[in-house]
């Protein structure tokens, strides 16, 4: 309170001039381009949404302009301004309002996708409100839309709130909730992106003292009475500060890479804790074995298995399951009587000692992941009315094969203990019904796996029936060998291929068969019985001649004129129709190969000696089966050049996963070995499709516990007269006991012969591809250096790793050199630029603002004054000054600004001599001395 005038006085401050408009527009333009570039980026690449780049681009800034623009002029009535760029946005709007509205639409549906990868379900997707009529939808150019239809509104209120309002948390809300969507269920957005928003929110740290409220305090001031304005602070020279902002964070990413980090051990126990604590690892568990919506590559790294138990499975053999068919017998006595279906094989089924249970397989092949039918095939295969599970089920019930079937089957309980609850591990040819199935809470997705109806609890425990298996064969050796058995008591039919080239054979009652030439007909006992056997091979050969050389026998479809279709029961009529329409649909679908892929595949074909149909040349295409047979020679491929190991090298973002790892890497595991083997497999003209759960022992009693290192990826194929076989085509490794014939690592490992890849040097020649992106030395013979040639889990060679690291190294010692030569001259410019500030503000015809800069001088060179030791109170002369120059009418004198600024050099001239070294040099850095 003034003595004088019993006036009181409030504390004195800086009121520095503001910046012009158009360098606050500057300032909060950049940054806010800053901010949008990290926070859409985050979203958009987070998500995978496809946009077109550039016009998201030009949309942003121009959004960003008249915002900012908008929000800075203050003149009244501003609204009428502002009013035809609202305009002008809502006629875009409308102008495009069905692409925008069909581009939210897939965008939350790419969302939806995300987090069901995430969680390993399949979430339902939104459908399109309406058809917008086009004869070629542009999914790029919907998304684009609607995007660019939220621009405006969002930059609009970060700038309402944060320009105008002075409010930080607006921006931080806005980006964050953008960042928020994808990192709640850790999906990770790309690092440009993540970089550039957490520049934009270290910014906003950073000037937040001075760039909230009307007057914001300045730090250490608040007790000191100095208080600057806060618009003042908004000029384009802040930005430097974004240049060391970013060179700190280069520094740190340089030096401390991501894949350096290890989290503290008391942050992992207590995420642990947390994450037991709530019952959420078994649910977010993905992985191997763990998955029910899609694999994608990208998060294909090194495997570390714990020994965990996953599963615990419980196998109860049976030996006689009962059929519905019954043969009439009669020789030649005339004596009739009726007779079962016999097992007379002679091999132990395929299945007795381990089982593929699989909880997903891949049916389309994206070249960065495995994803089940897209919607139009699963549409079609709504439509048909054959069960793939059940095929093989199907088939023994209603049309045995004694030379190709097993009378074998099982009743197996499974408990899941620490796998993906969501996920249902089920063998490939399954008894169980799904009517039986549902009581457990459990449904079928599309014709490869069954998942858990619960989305919250999952299904832990279940029972189901499984078949015995034997091996594949095709769609017209089933029926034949049905036939040939019920009519004839044939129980080979490659007794049946010799009869039908004149040769006397005798059935196992001891009557002769042989083919009569000329009539087109079987002869029992040298009488003719009939045309069933001979017109089912003519009409074979007729329909192989019309599809050439390749032409699969699953194809066949059995003539409805025929007597002998006529001979069938209803059932098995039945049957056939469905088992030939599922046929179609098997080879429509799941011969489907990349078009960028189909010459490299076949480039390694010719390379590696895998004929497709070499097999099917040496015997007869009708009952003989090439699948098998190429896939064991592809098995074989990868026993004799490719090696087995848990941290295999990661292709290129731009890169095919099954070109690099065949054409380049040559190391993987399960997952690569079985991917590359469908690729293969399809490209021969074989239906095939990749399979992952868990390999489990299966001949042994009683309950058997899984561990998380059977967790397993192998090849699905099919076989018309069988169903889907699963096969193995990953070599056998000590890390690999799935690989085993009992899925259990033996004791006396070491005495095994595994599989021992072949040197590089002996490793096929491929020819060189026309493909830009694919390097030209991949496809020479010269070994890549640091391949081990013995399957050793996380090692590399020394060569490879060697020359990389002292690259990487090199370069990072420039980079460490430029960054700080950059950052050091970023200091000297802001020095700089802070001294002309100061002398230009003291040097100012108003003596009363100079007045205040010179006290605001004075104040920050007093509060350095602590470190040279003991410290006398400011000269109450100060305040009285600052008061008179803040608050009288009368101007400072040329002697009163004189006098503050002679204190202020004295003052400065003890602390370059008094302040420790550390303090001078901090203090020199800020320019004040």
Known sequence: MDRDTGLTLDQPRLLLKENGALGRAVFYGALMVLGGLGGWGCFITAFRVPVYTPWLVVMGLVCIAFSVWRQTDSRKRGWRVSLPGWAAWLLMVIFRFDAAAHGAVRTVNFMLDCYGAKLNYDLPTLRLPYSVGAAQVDITGECTSFIMALLLPFFWSMARMWVRSRNNRAPFGLTGALLLLPMSFSILPAGWAFAALLMFWCMLLLLAPSLTGNEGVVGRFRKKGYKASGVAVARPTALLLLLGVGLCMGLVYMYAPPDTYKRPQLAENLRTAVREGIGSSQYIRGGQGNSNKSVQFRTMGRRDYTGETMLRVKFDWEAYPEYSVDFERTNGNGDTWYEAPRDNLGVTPANLYKEYLKSFVGSVYTGHSWERLDNEGREELSKLELC??????????????????????????????????????????????????????????????????????????????????????????????????????????????????????????????????????????????????????????????????????????????????????????????????????????????????????????????????????????????????????????????????????????????????????????????????????????????????????????????????????????????????????????????????????????????????????????????????????????????????????????????????????????????????????????????????????????????????????????????????????????????????????????????????????????????????????????????
């Open 388 to 929: 793939a599970q059940n095929q093989l089920a199907r088939y023994k019930r209603e049309m045995f094969a004694p030379g190709r079937d097993k009378q074998n089957w099982y009743h197996l309980s499974v408990q899941n203990l620490g796998a993906n609850p969501r996920c249902v591990y089920i063998p490939a040819s399954l008894i169980s019904g799904g009517e039986e199935l549902s009581e457990y809470g459990i449904e079928p997705v599309d014709d490869g796996y069954m998942r858990s109806q619960s989305l919250i609890n999952g299904t832990r425990g279940y029972e189901l029936e499984g078949d015995s298996r034997a091996y594949g064969f095709n769609y017209f050796s089933r029926v034949i060998s049905h036939l040939a058995y019920r009519n004839y008591g044939i129980e080979n039919i490659s007794d049946l291929g010799s009869a039908l080239y004149g040769n006397v054979i005798t059935d196992k009652y001891g009557e002769s068969i042989t083919w009569l030439y000329g009539s087109s007909q079987m002869s029992f006992q040298n009488k003719p019985v009939g045309s069933d056997i001979p017109d089912l091979f003519n009409s074979i050969n007729s329909q192989a001649s019309i599809g050439g050389e390749g032409w699969p026998a699953d194809l066949w479809e059995m003539p409805r004129f025929y007597e002998i279709w006529e001979s069938l029961d209803p059932k098995q009529q039945e049957l056939l129709e469905n088992v030939e329409e599922y046929n179609k649909f098997v080879y429509e679908h799941y011969l489907e190969v990349p078009e960028e892929l189909k010459d490299f595949l076949a480039d390694f074909q010719e390379a590696y000696d895998l004929d497709p149909l070499g097999h099917n040349r040496a015997g007869d295409f009708r009952y003989v089966d090439g699948v098998e047979h190429y896939a064991a020679g592809i098995a074989q491929a990868f026993r004799e050049y490719f090696t087995y190991t848990l941290d295999p090298e990661q292709p290129p973002e731009d890169r095919d996963f099954v070109e690099f790892f065949l054409g380049e890497s040559h190391e993987g595991y399960c997952v690569h070995f079985a991917t590359a083997a469908v690729l293969l497999l399809r490209a021969a003209g074989y239906p095939a499709r990749y399979a992952e759960g868990y390999v489990v022992p299966s001949g042994s009693n009683g309950w058997v516990d899984v561990p998380d290192y059977n967790a397993h990826a192998w090849v699905e194929v099919y076989c018309g007269g069988t169903g889907w076989m699963p096969v193995e085509v990953t070599p056998a490794a000590p890390d690999n006991p799935a690989a085993f014939f009992d899925a259990v690592l033996p004791e006396n490992i070491e005495e095994y012969e595994l599989p021992t890849p072949r040197p590089e040097t002996e490793r096929p020649t491929m020819p060189p591809r026309d493909n830009p992106l694919i390097d030209e030395q991949l496809a020479s013979p010269t070994p890549r250096a640091g391949v081990s040639p013995a399957p050793s889990p996380g090692t590399q060679g020394p060569g490879a790793g060697t020359s990389k690291k002292e690259s990487g190294a090199l370069w990072a010692v420039l980079w460490s050199l430029l960054g700080a030569a950059a950052f050091m001259g970023a200091l000297m410019l802001q020095r700089i630029l802070r001294i002309k500030r100061r002398e230009r503000d003291l040097g100012q015809r108003d003596k009363n603002a100079a007045g205040l800069r010179a006290y605001a001088y004075l104040l920050k060179l007093y509060e350095k004054e602590t470190f040279c030791g003991v410290r006398e109170a400011p000269p109450e002369r100060w305040r009285e000054l600052a008061e008179k120059a803040r608050f009288s009418a009368h101007m400072l004198s040329g002697e009163e600004l004189s006098e503050l600024i002679g204190d202020s050099e004295r003052l400065k001239e003890k602390l370059r001599r008094q302040l420790p070294r550390g303090q001078k040099l901090l203090c020199w850095l800020e320019g004040l001395i």
